[in-house]
């Protein structure tokens, strides 16, 4: 059966993204904002040189980002791969910080199912709370619709109890059509979250990708009664572009969807960028990178 | 009617007011005649207000018959020097206007949302670098003339009276100026009642670019000065945008006298959404048709034409959208929906919209928190529209817009031509083809697919049938200031 795309205006999308990207937050807002934003972090690692240690040292930042300013939230999640979730759910145990673990051969996705199912399972048994998997972007871009949700369906089995979040690595599909489609696929094979980018393609969370997932969101809610979180990620590195995720969000879904259970951000140094802001909202000077750990 | 709750909020925006100490304003604005600003010859004064609080913020100067007299006879005398300047002088001091424009963009932005009530956010993004842009692209044109409306020969046709609307007062005003002065008139504009103050700053402007005196006078005022003003001897040419109403009884005024007209009036312009469209994005469109500058702009899509295949799906996005719209104060730079520009026009509003109820349409209004002062109207939409209520018929300039459905491509159509009115339209589809085939079959003077309210100097823009004839905007814009000496 051949494939039938909603569509999208590349124009029109991208003007009302912008849009929203005009909103003014001030003052308490861009407090409040910004307290938003960290506990919705899925605070990220995800380097061939991570390290027991280092995941160890970015736990203890994700549990109390800033020890000075008590009112920061934690984040709401930590990201790793796979062989480092038991390192990471040790160091978090009793938080409240969640163990993120990328599965399914990310970030391309091209091993076999079999074994994206073993690399789900690993990360389950070793304690992962919520899984980030790939889509297979060959199928979906070969038009075997059926495939990618199939992988999914199969995935979601694997996880268990664990919450899933399909990764459309959206700057790989070519289109903001076949980014609406890969999200309503996601949603009807069972996703819990859908989210944008690996980090690790050219592109990522940018408004305009951001605003269709959304509306898929808001779409599929209205059709079947299901909510599905979305997770922005890949390219949201300072505080103003995380802020306009959220006026996304507010302004597309509603304020319901403005918590850690329906919303994310996965980023790594956005973190310091939102303490630094917040800093100055408080004493009205910019801090320097100093002020706050690396990690 | 129904009023839906809005939702309660977690995230609120703190209110993000435009400052508005670095406005200059005067106490007390007099005409501008001949490069200086004077006193009336009959004294006349009326405060000018803010529809947003009804607080008055300057008073103005209105000119009585023997101002517009004196500004007829300067504006000929200072005619024939102005023509006579090199094409590229004139131009230079398009370009200098246009610079001046955009140095006191803010300053204009927030008297433009102050005096008029829309929202800051596009006064400071549409209206002032919209106004620069029309002054920098008719400055450009100043030397080139004759390539503009393909002639060997072109002169001017002399002095020019410009009577401009309220919704738009600076931009009218350049859409007005610019192609005027560059095509080497001079220019008489009176602003409207509601709305002289940016006006005023673009007198300013003139003196600060040293423009000769007597090559543009502004007279406030209100429509007796318009009708003084164009029933006065000496003129060559009249511009006016605004009623259908007012233009007739100017056509009628200068019916055997000579004088060249152009007209830019009222429309009830269709926005036809076929069931192939993108539908968040002609949601989108909708709502930036009908409800950009609290709808009260001659072309809004206020007539909203949907394929009965897509109507539940699209009424319950516009419903879903509009319940994000910010009303309130103008001047915070997140709202949408600003006040409605006069208690006349509320008025009329409310008129409409109770004709509306009464024929059986239904009415649904955002549930939103007016400020107590000023006048304000909530976003509304009206559904069970049928073309014979006077909603689908009459244009409300208002943020009001009427859905009708449709079932096939003929009878949308059909059904947008079928109007008294013809200024613009809009089509969504994603299929090319259809959207220049429709195109093509509208009468319109505007067209927009996929997109909607959207506006470029460089485009002509103007209307068929009752909403005017003239074109306004690009080289099309040239012509009604120009006289054709020699063709090619």
Redesign the interface.
């Known amino acids: 059966m051949s494939r039938r795309l909603?569509?999208?205006?590349r124009?029109?999308?991208e003007?009302?993204a912008a849009a929203l990207g005009?909103?003014?937050?001030?003052?308490?807002?861009?407090q409040?904002?910004i307290r938003?934003a960290v506990s919705m972090l899925d605070l990220t690692t995800l380097e061939g040189a991570d390290t027991a240690g280092k995941v160890r040292q970015l736990c203890a930042k994700a549990v109390c980002p800033a020890p000075t300013m008590p009112e920061i939230p934690s984040v709401a999640a930590i990201c790793v791969y796979s062989a480092m979730v038991a390192v990471a759910r040790a160091a978090l145990a009793g938080t409240g910080v969640a163990t993120a673990s990328v599965a399914t051969g990310f970030p391309a996705g091209q091993v076999s199912l079999e074994a994206k199912l073993r690399d789900t399972e690993d990360a389950v048994a070793a304690g992962a709370e919520e899984i980030d998997m790939v889509i297979s972007r060959e199928a979906f871009l070969a038009g075997d619709d059926a495939r990618v949700m199939r992988e999914i369906e199969r995935i979601k089995e694997a996880c268990g109890d664990a919450h899933l979040k399909v990764i459309l690595e959206t700057a790989e599909l070519g289109s903001y059509e076949h980014v609406r489609h890969a999200s309503m696929l996601a949603m009807e094979a069972g996703a819990d979250f859908i989210k944008t980018s690996t980090g690790k393609a050219s592109a990522g969370a940018t408004p305009g990708v951001c605003l269709v997932m959304l509306?898929a969101i808001?779409d599929h809610a209205?059709r079947t009664g299901r909510i599905v979180g979305f997770k922005a990620a890949g390219g949201v590195s300072t505080s103003k572009a995380a802020l306009h995720r959220?006026v996304l969000v507010?302004?597309t879904l509603?304020?319901?969807w403005?918590t850690p259970e329906r919303l994310r951000i996965g980023a790594s140094s956005v973190l310091n960028d939102l303490l630094m802001q917040y800093a100055k909202t408080q004493d009205g000077r910019y801090g320097r990178g100093e002020d706050f750990s690396i990690e | 009617m129904t009023v839906e709750p809005r939702q309660s909020t977690v995230w609120n925006y703190a209110p993000a007011p435009e400052a508005t100490d670095h406005l200059r304003l005067r106490d007390r604005y007099g005409l501008f005649i001949d490069g200086a600003f004077r006193e009336p010859a009959e004294g006349r004064h009326e405060p000018t207000i803010n529809p947003a609080t009804e607080e008055p913020i300057a008073e103005i100067a209105w000119a009585g018959p023997a101002d517009v007299a004196r500004a007829l006879e300067v504006a000929r005398s200072a005619q024939p020097r102005w023509a006579a300047l090199p094409d590229r002088e004139r131009g230079k001091y398009l370009f200098r206007i246009a610079r001046l424009i955009q140095e006191r963009a803010r300053e204009l932005a927030v008297c433009e949302t102050l005096d008029g009530g829309k929202p800051l956010r596009e006064s400071r993004d549409v209206d002032v670098p919209l106004a620069a842009a029309h002054f920098f692209h008719y400055a450009g044109w100043a030397d080139k003339l004759r390539y503009g409306v393909a002639a060997r020969e072109v002169a001017p046709l002399g002095v020019v009276a410009q009577i401009v609307p309220w919704n738009f007062p600076l931009l009218m005003a350049a859409w007005k100026l610019a192609p005027a002065l560059a095509c080497g008139n001079t220019a008489i504009l009176k602003p409207a009642e509601t709305t002289p103050l940016t006006a005023l700053l673009l007198a300013e402007i003139c003196q600060e670019a040293e423009l000769p005196p007597g090559v543009v006078a502004i007279l406030p005022g209100d429509g007796q000065v318009g009708a003084t003003l164009v029933r006065s001897p000496g003129l060559d040419k009249v511009a006016f945008t605004g009623s259908t109403a007012v233009g007739r009884d100017i056509q009628g005024a200068l019916a055997g006298r000579g004088v060249e007209l152009t007209l830019e009036l009222g429309g009830k312009s269709a926005n036809i959404v076929f069931e192939d469209a993108a539908l968040d994005q002609a949601v989108e469109g909708i709502v930036n048709g009908i409800f950009f500058n609290q709808g009260h702009v001659c072309c809004a899509g206020s007539r909203l034409l949907v394929q009965e295949s897509v109507m539940d799906e699209v009424i319950a996005k516009l419903w879903a959208r509009m319940a994000r719209l910010r009303v309130g104060d103008p001047l915070d730079k997140n709202t949408d929906v600003g006040a409605i520009n006069s208690a006349e026009q509320l008025a009329r509003i409310e008129a409409l919209v109770a004709a509306g109820e009464a024929e059986g349409a239904v009415r649904r209004s955002l549930a939103c928190d007016l400020p107590e002062h000023g006048y304000w109207f909530p976003p509304t939409l009206f559904t069970d529209v049928a073309p014979a209520h006077r909603i689908a018929v009459e244009e409300i300039f208002g943020p009001v817009v009427s859905v009708l459905s449709f079932r096939t491509q003929a009878e949308a159509i059909q059904k947008a031509n079928n109007s008294r009115y013809g200024l613009a339209a809009g089509i969504w589809t994603d299929k090319g083809a259809k959207a220049f085939e429709v195109a093509s079959a509208l009468r319109a003077g505007v067209v927009w697919q996929n997109t909607y309210n959207h506006f470029d100097p460089t485009a002509a823009f103007g209307g068929y049938k009752e909403s005017g004839f003239g074109r306004e905007g690009g080289p099309a814009g040239l012509r009604p200031y120009l006289r054709v000496v020699r063709s090619p």
């Open positions: 909603a569509h999208v205006d124009v029109g999308i003007e009302r005009a909103r003014s937050i001030k003052t308490t807002a861009k409040q904002g938003l509306e808001r209205w959220l507010k302004e509603g304020d319901e403005l």
